[in-house]
């Protein structure tokens, strides 16, 4: 990834919004960034000529109601990124339920990166910015601090295109980091899999970059690949988790489980991802 000049948050219509907004504000900052904040509204009632039993003013009345709240949000939004001093514009859309996703990837196309909460609401979102957008995702845990993050830092390593892209986004957050820490979880050693030294490669190219990188090679021990990652990056005291998205399709991660739902769903500091 090159500077970060544009990042695009999602400003969401709860309590934790403006703690989550203030942090996007101070990491657009640290970037001399132009932030971008979003908000959506979904639309629940689908308007189809195979409803004939619900009045069009039922629709209207729903779209009317998401449009208000929408600009109500995008107001508060403005408020709290004014106060910060920080270079951002504030957008709203208003689209079908099972639009948002596309609509956010749609304009994650033009930033940088793109910032994202971990929570129930953002699932969807967060799998159709990685899928679509071409941009890596930062995903935050509630209530985490992520605008100086890239001091420790633990790369989840497989030898896939997914987890070099990741990791090679991820060099502009590394930039000064203290410590720099390729996990690679079971290796398996041979042309075909990890190489004959697992991540000694990434290592190279990372410390290239001046980054001090160091590799861990460890079992799991037990541990879904996923925990083993977020013991490792634990027990290093990690700020950031990068990991590469979906390596296997996200039909066979739904149904056989995998680390990136593993991860999606439970890391527990901000993660980095790209697909």
Partial sequence: ????????????????????????????????????????GRQETIAYAG???????????????????????????????????????????????????????????????????????????????????????????????????????????DPGAEATRAAHDAITLMAGAEEVRVVVVDPRVGPGAHGEEPGSGLATSLARHGLPVTVDSIPSAGLSVADAIKRQAAAASADLIVSGAYGHSRLTEIILGGVTRDLLAGCDRPLLMAH
């Avoid at 208000?68 to 339920?97: C, K, Y």
Wanted: proline share 6%; with cysteine; hydrophobic share 55%.
């Fill in 1 to 40: 990834m090159p500077a970060v000049k544009t990042v695009l948050a999602l400003a969401q219509n709860n309590d934790a919004s403006e703690s989550f907004l203030k942090e996007a504000a101070a990491f657009a900052a640290r970037h001399e960034a132009h932030l971008i904040a979003l908000t959506i």
């Fill in 51 to 157: 409803l004939p039993d619900l009045p069009p003013s039922v629709y209207a009345d729903e779209m009317a109601a998401v449009r208000a709240r929408v600009e109500t949000r995008m107001a508060a939004a403005t408020q709290t990124l004014t106060a910060t001093g920080v270079s951002f514009e504030v957008r709203g859309a208003v689209v079908p339920a099972g639009e948002a996703g596309r609509t956010f990837a749609a304009q994650a196309r033009y930033a940088d990166i793109a910032l994202l909460p971990r929570d129930a609401d953002c699932a969807d979102i967060a799998d159709a910015a990685l899928f679509a957008s071409g941009r890596p995702v930062l995903i935050v845990p509630p209530g985490a601090s992520f605008a100086g993050i890239g001091s420790r830092v633990v790369i989840a390593w």
